[in-house]
């Protein structure tokens, strides 16, 4: 079957770095996307890795290894405005995606 | 503003009636999605469109319908409404090409409790 792993919830403080994993099976494999989504909102796109390494976008990056089925998202120099769910998704054969639960990411002062 | 608007922002339907969600964007964007998410639960496709004329059945789809008349409208409706269909409804949409980046671009979604 098709299934996505991430930590349900993780904390960090403010101005630190923060690494949130993801381990996939899927059905063949598109690329590798990550969301944001803050409460009561809509997930807004963040990064997406279909090669092995490391993509940098600002305090974002993110990080692809296809062997391991695994993607990191790290977060740098956090801000409050950070905080929220951050859902990791694989595009399968299909070019469907198969999403996660979400990691819940609370920043504390 | 270019995106996607859905109506009605929430709702509060009584068990057995029928509703239409309402979802139009303006990007001219090829492939359309239908989403639920529920607490606990990743987002779980119901419906999707590649093109305008054309749908398919996602994960989720039973107790659900979907039209595609045209490219920018894509309504999802709930025939009898049950309260296990509970839940935000998020509507999505995508250049659909296939290969390469295919991001998925989000409506604010619709919150709707069945009673």
């Known amino acids: 079957g098709q299934n996505i792993d991430q930590p349900t919830e993780m904390t960090a403080t403010e101005g630190a770095i923060v690494q949130i994993n993801c381990t996939y099976q899927?059905?063949?494999?598109?690329?590798l996307f990550w969301y944001q989504q803050h409460a009561g909102e809509a997930p807004t796109f963040l990064s997406y890795?279909?090669l092995d390494g490391l993509e940098e976008k600002g305090r974002f990056s993110s990080f692809l290894s296809r062997s391991k089925g695994y993607s990191y998202l790290l977060l740098k120099e956090l801000q409050m405005k950070d905080s929220a769910s951050y859902l990791c998704?694989?595009?399968?054969?299909?070019?469907?995606?198969?999403w996660g639960a979400g990691t819940k990411l609370i920043i504390k002062p | 503003i270019a995106g996607i608007t859905q109506a009605p922002t929430s709702q509060i339907l009584a068990a057995g009636r029928r509703m239409t969600l309402r979802c139009t964007q303006d990007?001219?964007?090829?492939?359309m999605y239908w989403y639920r998410q529920d607490l606990g639960l990743g987002l779980r496709l119901i419906h999707y469109?590649?093109?305008?004329?054309?749908?398919g059945k996602g994960e989720v789809p039973d107790g659900y319908s979907v039209s595609r008349a045209n490219t920018d409208d894509f309504p999802l409706t709930l025939a009898s409404a049950v309260p296990s269909q509970t839940s935000v409804y998020f509507c999505?949409?995508?250049?659909?090409?296939?290969?390469?980046?295919?991001?998925?671009?989000f409506g604010p979604g619709t919150r709707l409790t069945v009673l």
């Open positions: 999505a949409s995508s250049d659909g090409l296939a290969g390469g980046s295919d991001t998925q671009y």
């Open positions: 990007m001219r964007h090829n492939a």
């Open positions: 469109s590649n093109t305008a004329g054309t749908t």
């Open positions: 899927t059905s063949g494999f598109n690329g």
């Open positions: 890795n279909v």
């Open positions: 998704a694989a595009m399968d054969s299909n070019y469907q995606l198969i």
